[in-house]
């Protein structure tokens, strides 16, 4: 029982304790911390690696992928920060708000919809146009869901996404789709994304995280998560959609990219931003865990 526990709950169990060897071993932030955006880059190559042009069919899914893309940055972000703006101090409203401006955390949505026997095309299709057009909606997103509670570097937020985007992009056309197993990279971009983790929380002083912060910003998370279900529920009954087809629209539009979200949160110094991102990330990949394990 603990082992089939443990064995399926693997990577959401590496991330906890990425965090919690965040905030117990700090020591080692500061010299990781260079690493960040060449982490980020290897994280876009890990999702763009061994696609064709033939395989990102935008045409016969371009209805499905405009609405993934409406609820990803438009109807969630709106939702979700008029909540956050209700219950949450400034620090964790702009960490939600840099995550709710992130493109899809493709791997992630596109791993949970094989294990969940949804329409892995759609999902893969969909996660790279967010991706691809994050440099462009994510700063304008941001700025709107901000306003005035802080200023938003959207020069340095723009230059930052289209050296990943573009790096990550770079790499995948020229490194040989058959020079690394997808075994290696797995593992590689597991390991990024626990080295990004704890890089962004040996930086932030729990000191400053309350109890009231943590019930707080793991309930406005699970509420964002449920909001994002329900959305795609509806657009499945409305629209007539197979469940096939339900499942990725639900995990594009929700789930989020936690490496360009912690990269963009380096420019802000309250430690509610990195804890209010990372805690969304956790709650978003068990809910994609639960899903999987529910329809599988």
């Not at 089939?4 to 117990?24: E, K, M, S, T």
């Not at 700025?143 to 990943?164: E, H």
Request: aromatic share 6%; proline share 5%.
């Amino acid at each position: 029982m603990v082992q089939d526990f443990l064995a399926r709950y693997r990577n959401v169990l590496l991330v906890v304790g990425a965090v919690g060897l965040g905030v117990f071993v700090p020591e080692f932030g500061p010299t990781l911390r260079p690493l960040v955006t060449p982490l980020v880059i290897f994280l876009v190559f890990s999702s763009l690696r061994g696609l064709r042009p033939g395989e990102i069919d935008v045409s016969s899914y371009a209805a499905l992928i405009l609405l993934s893309l409406g609820i990803s940055y438009v109807v969630l972000p709106i939702g979700g920060i008029r909540i956050a703006d209700l219950v949450l101090d400034d620090g964790a409203v702009v960490g939600f708000a840099i995550a709710l401006s992130a493109p899809t955390t493709a791997g992630s949505a596109i791993i949970w919809t094989r294990f969940a026997r949804g329409d892995v095309q759609l999902a893969t299709t969909a996660s790279i146009v967010s991706l691809l057009v994050a440099p462009v909606v994510t700063p304008i997103v941001l700025t709107r869901l901000v306003g005035t509670q802080a200023a938003v570097p959207v020069g340095s937020i723009l230059t930052d996404l289209a050296i990943i985007v573009g790096g990550g992009a770079l790499i995948a056309a020229i490194v040989p789709s058959d020079a690394l197993s997808p075994r290696t990279i797995d593992r590689g971009a597991t390991l990024a994304i626990l080295l990004l983790i704890y890089t962004s929380v040996a930086g932030v002083e729990v000191t400053d995280v309350t109890g009231w912060h943590v019930l707080t910003v793991v309930g406005l998370s699970v509420l964002l998560v449920a909001f994002g279900l329900v959305i795609s529920a509806l657009c499945e009954r409305g629209l007539g959609l197979s469940r096939s087809r339900t499942i990725p629209l639900f995990l594009t539009s929700t789930l989020k990219n936690l490496g360009i979200a912690l990269l963009i949160a380096l420019a802000y110094t309250d430690p509610l931003v990195v804890f209010s991102i990372i805690t969304y990330y956790i709650v978003q990949q068990l809910s994609g865990a639960v899903l999987a394990d529910t329809i599988a």
